[in-house]
């Protein structure tokens, strides 16, 4: 980056603090990966020379890497680009396999857009879902999974961890009923994986999706986890070509990519305790800080159950683009989902019945493994100097401080 400055304590600008989005490449996992975009190229379904032998190796070993992280074998373990591919695969192919069984999946409305818009897509070709609500708290009621199971459901498909408020699923319990019920589970677990402890075995996991880009690992690579026993998962192929990946998704594999995942996991599994620790004190440092120096802020998402590196706060009675350009030297993301030209509030957060106001207002913070004390201490600094700045000049904030119920008001219309 060419506009790199460092502060006073020695904090490179800008910090990066949106894990959630993606992550940097660990530079253990470069070294991992390095051998195979140069030397070891082959290609790891040739079955004729070392050069593929070489490749095939590195894949069953970052098969079993990523198996051990989530309590799978290596067998279960499907390469893809993605966990965007990885969800449109289990979904998409499940109902495609189940079609005769019945025609409806249940979700929620917090997934990702990977999930709800393949879930969009499958209604189009008449099937139904039922996208089922949150609490205020962002989580998802079991019992309300429970009644929307009826004899034509084939699949559930609820995300472990939601990558904007952090908040945790009670995913042993969703899993539990619907093995009960005969019902596919698929579980979006791209921010929980290498984060929390997820296994698929005392979670009643069925499909599970996972991506290397959010684990410190490359990004064009993700894998899709399909249970072969108690029940045998059957999908229907979406990318046709040479059989790969036991005819479940075809494409010469990614070998630098896969064995970037696998190292990505490995590291994951062996640090995860130590550095959940370090950051959920991180976390609960920052928030301490802006609770201690600003008044009308509150925390979305049940902070109980909740990744250790996220905090998303509103910062109420700012405008929101006016704070996020106030701190730009920070990267971290708004309640504003930049995802269509307009800034539509995040529709996580307005699921949770938050404001449009309240939600174009939230920061999502995501530290992550290569964040610092100091680099939280600048983004607390930072945050309580811009708001208090704009508060100033916010004639709401005085209102509410001059104790004016802002609910009563009636605002002369224009
Ligand atoms: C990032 C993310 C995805 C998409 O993963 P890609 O590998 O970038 O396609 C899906 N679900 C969740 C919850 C995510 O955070």
Known sequence: MSTTAVTPTGVKLP?????????????????????YLTTIFGNAASRNHSFGWEAEQAVDKAREQ??????ATSKEIIFTSGATES???????????????????????TEHKAVLDTCKRLE?????????PVKPDGLVDVEDVRNAITDKTILVSIMYANNEIGTVNPIPEIGKLCHEKGVLFHCDAVQAVGKIPVNVISDNIDLLSLSGHKIYGPKGVGALYVRRRNPRVQLNA???GGGHERGMRSGTLNVPGIVGLGAACEIAMHEMESETKRLTELRDYLRKRLEEKLDYVHVNGNMEHHLPGNLNMSFVYVEGESLLMGINEIAVSSGSACTSAT????????ALGLGDDVAHSSIRFGLGRFNTKEEVDYVA??????????????PLY???KEGIDLTKIEWAAH
């Open 238 to 240: 979406q990318i046709d």
């Open 381 to 394: 600094d930072k945050l309580i100097d811009v708001v208090l700045k704009l508060r100033e000049l916010s």
């Open 66 to 71: 990523i198996a051990k992280l989530i309590g």
């Open 87 to 109: 969800n449109n695969l289990a979904i998409k192919g499940v109902a495609e396999m189940y079609r005769e069984k019945g025609n409806h999946i249940v979700t929620q409305v």
């Open 343 to 350: 800034l539509e509030p995040s529709y996580v957060l307005k």
């Open 15 to 35: 910090i990066y603090m949106d894990n959630h989005a993606t992550t940097p490449l660990d530079p253990r996992v470069l070294e991992a990966m390095m051998p």
């Open 398 to 400: 005085e209102m509410v």
């Open 124 to 132: 189009k070709y008449g099937f139904q879902v039922t996208y089922l």
